[in-house]
């Protein structure tokens, strides 16, 4: 019976080892592609879900209320202030000898008392044109919002709210319009490449640590050379809405980039 050289086992061999490889390899650039896309669409899902949020969220601004602030420790933050409850008013006082009640009509039910508590109290707005007259205490002298106390009266569509002593408005709205506004937020970009959402932190307050959600990561706006800042507002005009502009950079473990670039329009109605 007639059998096999070594030279041809060796051969053979040889061979074999050499189609294993190449077949291992190509599984192996497999495996490596799926992984990378898996990834790749993870991070899209995350940037789009943190993009959605924050928009949703700053449609229901206060007017003219969205500024950036750049923190101690490196980061940038987008503030603005949520609307509790929009409306229309009558009788408000814009001067100090008007007696400091006014009253409130909205067609919306699902709002709560408005809060007098210090830090986060809620301040009602009456044509605050600029973020300076919603954070600041007043401007040259003047004020365009107020605190109101826990004296407050709601019959329908209509409520009688009572201010805080010595408070009064600087300026009427051309349609009379008033925004309640609850505590500021911020979504603040770190060093360390993830965006947080802070809140109940108080008025012209840095962002606490202990009062924040982590909603994306790998953002390196503020590490990546040439990079934008993560974001910009352009105050309103007459002929211009308040627009944010939100750039955010990601990188995935492969090292590729993708850029998300939204604007938001606030109707500049105050």
Sequence with gaps: MKGFTLIELVVVIVLLAIVSIFTFRFV????????????????????????????????????????????????????????????????????DS????????????????????????????????QPKYVYNEDVAGERRWALADTNQTRSGQQTTITLESNYFFAEQSPRQRLYVGSSPVSFCVDTAGTIR?????GWNQTP????????????????????????????????????????LEYETAAAERLFFNQEVHIPNAP
């Design 98 to 129: 008007a007696a400091a009640t006014l009253e409130l009509v909205t067609m919306s039910t699902s709002w709560s008392q408005i809060s007098a508590q210090a830090p986060n109290n809620d301040r009602l707005f009456i044509y605050a044109t």
């Design 208 to 247: 606490s640590s202990s009062d924040n959600v982590a909603i994306g990561e790998r953002i390196i706006n503020l590490t990546a050379e040439g990079s934008q800042p993560p974001f910009e507002v352009e105050n309103a005009t007459l002929l211009r809405n308040n627009v944010i502009h939100i750039f």
């Design 197 to 201: 959402r802070f809140s109940d932190y």
């Design 28 to 95: 192996g650039l497999g495996s490596e592609m799926y992984v990378t896309g898996a990834e790749r669409l993870k991070l899209l899902d995350q940037s789009r879900f943190t993009i959605e949020r924050i928009t949703r969220e700053l449609r229901n601004s206060v007017p003219n209320s969205a500024r950036v602030r750049s923190l101690a420790d490196g980061s940038e933050c987008l503030e603005f202030v949520p609307i509790k409850v929009a409306g229309t008013y009558y009788n408000a006082p814009f001067n």
